[in-house]
């Protein structure tokens, strides 16, 4: 299986961008989209002058628990900018969604609790509800992070999109938006209920 077949395996295929999408990104943004891989992983990140964003992380089920997505973290945070990321919120019947969010939550991410994001795919058509991660040396207030995802958002997700699906995603302030009073809990402190309940 080529990189590209382990993601579109991994990850559902709302949150998946076409091959042709991530290579074009590698050969015409390469300067900024990048992709990390071994047999037993693939890291598709794309590094900003202010930030990181993780676009993609697949690590081996038979290699899983052997520290190469806690490697991989590490590799990013020593470059010294905020790490941002969008997860699924939890779901109790995938319980992939649940230790993806421990995993971070164990990395020291933040869940950027005023920052709703809600696109559209093009594959499905399905609205997609999706919650923002994020990773900072300097303690960043979320408006930072916000302006980050805004920029990524322009510059990685809606590149060439009507050219590539035939169709545009909607405009950033259709997807993304900053709410200090939205009525999200922590996504990761919820994630430590259970665990006490035992």
């Known amino acids: 299986m080529n990189w590209y077949e382990k993601l579109n395996k991994y990850f559902p295929v709302e949150e998946m961008k076409s091959r042709e999408h991530m290579e074009m990104l590698l050969k015409e943004k390469g300067d900024v989209y990048r992709k990390d891989e071994s047999e037993n992983h693939v890291l598709m990140y794309a590094e900003f002058d202010s930030f990181i964003f993780i676009d993609y992380v697949w690590v081996s089920t038979k290699t899983r628990g052997q520290g190469i997505g806690h490697q991989l973290i ?10 941002i990321l969008e997860v699924e919120p939890v ?84 997807v993304l938006t900053l709410d200090d009073d939205r009525d999200m809990g922590d996504i990761l402190s919820a994630l430590e209920e259970p665990e006490k309940a035992k």
């Open 74 to 83: 590490e590799k990013l945070k020593a470059k010294g900018k905020p790490i």
């Open 91 to 174: 779901d109790y019947d995938d319980t992939d969604t649940e230790k993806r969010l421990r995993f971070y939550q164990k990395e020291g991410f933040e869940h950027a609790q005023s920052i709703g994001y809600s696109r559209r795919s093009l594959a499905t058509n399905e609205l997609n509800h999706m919650e923002i991660l994020y990773w900072s040396p300097e303690h960043e207030p979320e408006e930072s992070i916000y302006e980050k995802m805004k920029e990524m958002y322009e510059n990685i997700h809606t590149y060439k999109d009507k050219e590539l699906y035939g169709k545009s995603y909607q405009p950033v302030e259709e």
